[in-house]
């Protein structure tokens, strides 16, 4: 039986936070829908705008920033939501993803890649950048990140 006081961050029984369960919600509509109707990109980049526009302020800023640095330096990527976040995928998947500091129940908000992303630096490299403001030089580095994830040189 769950306790009816846990909050929204508590573990359930079932192992997952409330967060996780509608993430993983969100991630079976998502495929329903994309099996459904072969979205089209634009209806794709309209449901990852509709997820920025949902997020508390500070972590819209981040999104939206993100969002016009990927339109901008990789255009070939279709954004999209992914678990209910903006992502931004090729044929393949998910290149990279933004994560909100309050639905990722973390104390930043995150901005990742997947395997597909080509960021490979020798034997360990990073996957995963906590993001807690902007400024020119995470623009900078964003762009830059973005950039190798597509393969376009530093």
Same mark, same amino acid.
């Given at each position: ?5 846990? !909050?929204?961050?508590? &573990?359930? &029984? ?5 967060? @996780?369960? @509608? ?15 072969? /979205? %089209?990109?634009?209806?794709? @980049?309209?449901?990852? *705008?509709?997820?920025?526009?949902? $997020?508390? +302020? ?21 954004? %999209?939501? =992914? ?7 090729? +044929? ?7 994560? !909100?500091?309050? /639905?990722? @129940?973390?104390?930043?908000?995150? *901005? ?10 020798? +034997? $360990? =490299? ?7 403001? =902007? ?9 830059? *990140? ?9």
């Amino acid at each position: 039986m769950t306790d009816p006081s846990a !909050s929204a961050h508590d &573990p359930v &029984p079932e192992g997952f936070t409330a967060h @996780e369960r @509608e993430a993983i919600r969100q991630r079976a509509e998502e495929l329903r829908a994309e099996g459904r109707s072969g /979205k %089209k990109k634009a209806d794709l @980049e309209r449901a990852a *705008l509709d997820a920025i526009a949902a $997020m508390p +302020d500070a972590d819209r800023a981040l999104a939206e920033r993100i969002h016009a640095i990927v339109t901008r330096v990789a255009p070939e990527l279709t954004a %999209k939501t =992914w678990y209910g976040f903006p992502a931004y995928a090729r +044929d393949e998947g998910v290149v990279c993803f933004f994560t !909100s500091a309050e /639905k990722g @129940e973390a104390r930043y908000a995150v *901005l990742g890649f997947n395997d597909i992303a080509q960021l490979d630096d020798g +034997d $360990m =490299w990073p996957t995963a950048y906590a993001i807690v403001d =902007w400024s020119p030089t995470v623009e900078q580095r964003v762009a830059q *990140l973005i950039g190798r994830a597509v393969g376009i040189a530093d």
